[in-house]
């Protein structure tokens, strides 16, 4: 039953190691190209870019975790490529978090329509916004870090006290549950965050329906589609990273530290959110769209040639 498992979760990562690849890549290369041909990129060009790289980074580390973990046990790890590891998970995952609720903001201040003068005030400063909500995460990031580091520390001390395997493997199991409840601590805010854009942006579809029924307008108007386009996307943004949450809980309990199921399951859970929300991204964005269209389109005329 453990290699038939083991298995699964194999085929799984190699499949979503490889789709969250091309996915972000072409986001990437995407947003480059216009780069090089306008020498700029809009707010949510930006935004789309560096996501896609923080998700290219998380991926290829959770691919590096994964080997070391079939290679030797992570309580083999030395301080300095411990620390390496764990602050590149814990980067990429910040930034790969923050970046899709700072999305999540921009289509609430873009699409919404409410008249509150707060609203209004953020609306118009739109830019602003998104770059104090950069800058103020860093400070969780840098929390996160110091707190990180400590524990490395703390546990690098007491691996040199254990001489035993089993002491070790001990200790680096609590130190290991340790680093997974700080990173769900300091995940809560961003979440939070793009939940209660989610609301407000159904809310603001609401009262747009009404609005059109009272003018006996059709509802298939501009601004219904973009308010639908963006719910789509936060909608599988907070779906997604739910299930990133659950791999996380269910990896600290302490029966799933059987044979290193636990291991294997959150990184194929883990793996899924970064690879598929980027796809949905691609199709829920016009000019990602269109590019993708173009090149499957290319394709098939190579494949016909």
Known sequence: MGSSLYGIFTIVMVAEFIFGNVSNG??????????????????????????????????????????????????????????????????????????ATILSIFYLLKI????????????????????MILLGNLVFLLLNLLQINKHVKDWMYQYERNTTWNSRIS????????????????????????LFSFILLIFSLWKHLQKMHLNSRGIQDSSTKAHVNALRIMVSFLLLYATYFLSLFISLIPMAHQKGIDHMFTLSFGLFYPSSHSFILILGHSNLRKACLLVVTQLRCTRKH
């Open 26 to 99: 072409f986001i990437m290369l995407t947003n480059c190209v216009e780069l090089i041909r306008k020498r700029t990129l809009s707010p949510i060009g930006w935004i789309l870019f560096f996501l896609a790289i923080s998700r290219m980074v998380l991926i290829w580390e959770m691919l590096l975790a994964w080997l070391k973990y079939l290679q030797y046990s992570f309580s083999y790890l030395a301080g300095t490529e411990l620390r390496i590891m764990m602050f590149a998970w814990v980067i990429s995952n910040h930034f790969s978090l923050w970046l």
């Open 112 to 131: 919404a329509s409410f008249f509150r003068p707060i609203f209004l005030y953020l609306k118009w400063r739109i830019k602003k916004v998104i770059l």
């Open 171 to 194: 200790e680096f199991m609590e130190f290991s549950d340790l680093v997974l409840s700080k990173m769900i601590v300091f995940s809560v805010t961003p979440f939070i965050m793009a």
